[in-house]
């Protein structure tokens, strides 16, 4: 009533039970903030220490059958699974009518991703840019990024109206 939204942070497990996201959704939840690394079971056993893929796609695929939305956050390594990025992008627009947001984030190093270099914001747009044709020029400057005029925003217009791709920079 006051106009808030209830959102769940997970990895999903809970939510590979129908009837579970079933109860969450009576119960009033709106948004569901999925960890989603890859399309690579060895990225979820590197990042996760668990193959997970499977499980994802069917929370997914339960979330599909609510009104609940969708946002999947991506934990992004350099050398790991900075090669999914175009997929996610890509999926995200195919499923733009319950994903609503893509959050691509750099892991940070500490834990068991030590050793790998965390992905910059101009490594990342770069990958984006590099698949999907987009020039460095078309790019706004990160100190004053215009994300609505962004050559992102537009990438993803394009492909599916109305969605989003936030990007953290480490």
């Not at 129908?18 to 060895?42: P, T």
């Not at 009104?67 to 390594?77: F, G, H, M």
């Amino acid at each position: 009533k006051l106009g808030f939204k209830v959102v769940l942070l997970t990895n999903g497990k809970k939510l590979a039970e129908l009837e579970y996201v079933r109860a969450l959704e009576k119960a009033g939840l709106d948004i569901v903030q999925l960890q989603f690394d890859s399309f690579d079971d060895a990225h979820y056993e590197f990042i996760r220490n668990e193959k997970l893929l499977d499980l994802k796609l069917k929370v997914i695929e339960n979330l599909k059958q609510t009104r609940i939305d969708i946002y999947l956050l991506n934990a992004l390594i350099k050398g790991i699974n900075d090669n999914q990025v175009a997929g996610l992008i890509n999926y995200t627009a195919k499923n733009c009518a319950k994903i609503k947001v893509l959050y691509i984030a750099p892991i940070w190093e500490e834990g068991r991703s030590r050793e790998h270099n965390t992905v910059s914001l101009e490594e990342t747009l770069n990958l984006i840019g590099k698949e999907f044709g987009i020039s460095e020029d078309e790019f706004v400057d990160q100190i004053s990024f215009d994300y609505y005029s962004s050559a992102v925003w537009q990438l993803i217009t394009h492909l599916c109206l109305v969605r989003s791709i936030v990007i953290f920079s480490a």
